[in-house]
């Protein structure tokens, strides 16, 4: 089953469910629609590190 909830930013409560991913790429992605949020990383960490909101511009820690 793919998740089917409305991810929000944890400051300005926006969704950030972005547009419907083509339904044949759904299982590679483990979703049903891509996300709005920003993935911040630093030049010496090879993974994302926080999100940012682009709407508030705020961010937030991964889980
Ligand atoms: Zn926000």
Redesign the pocket.
Known sequence: MLADYVER?P????SLQGDEIPKEQQKSYNATHFTRKIGITKLEADRILYWE??????NWSLK
């Open positions: 930013c400051h300005c409560r926006v909101c682009p709407d508030c511009h705020n």
